[in-house]
Nanobody, 112 residues
Framework: QLQASGGGLVQAGGSLRLSCLASTITFRFLVMNWYRQGPGKEREWVARISTFGNTTYGDSVKGRFTITRDNAKKTVFLQMNSLKPEDTAVYYC????????WGQGTQVTVSS
């Protein structure tokens, strides 16, 4: 299971840090993703971190968001800086892509 937390309401230009705790002993072997779905929008892939810590980002968040992982804590993080109103969405952590394991989502709202 994956449990996301850390969402909230923030003003444009602000920052939030999301966390996703995995309840599996094999966490260190998992490629982890963050996705998001904004109001009236399709689900969007945001960022990925490999088992070795290599990271990739969607174009809309590149340079503003940072994905990291702590294998000892079985947690993946998403540091979100310079937030924009268009970042408003429910953010989901995921393992295994669209057909993989999903967390319950955490709401991020960015006010203008």
């Amino acid at each position: 299971q994956l449990q996301a937390s850390g969402g909230g309401l923030v003003q444009a230009g602000g920052s939030l840090r999301l966390s996703c705790l995995a309840s599996t002993i094999t966490f260190r072997f998992l490629v982890m993703n963050w996705y998001r779905q904004g109001p009236g929008k399709e689900r969007e892939w945001v960022a990925r971190i490999s088992t070795f810590g290599n990271t990739t980002y969607g174009d809309s968040v590149k340079g503003r968001f940072t994905i990291t992982r702590d294998n000892a804590k079985k947690t993946v993080f998403l540091q979100m800086n310079s937030l924009k109103p268009e970042d408003t969405a429910v953010y989901y952590c995921n393992s295994g892509g669209t057909s993989g394991i999903w967390g319950q989502g955490t709401q991020v709202t960015v006010s203008s």
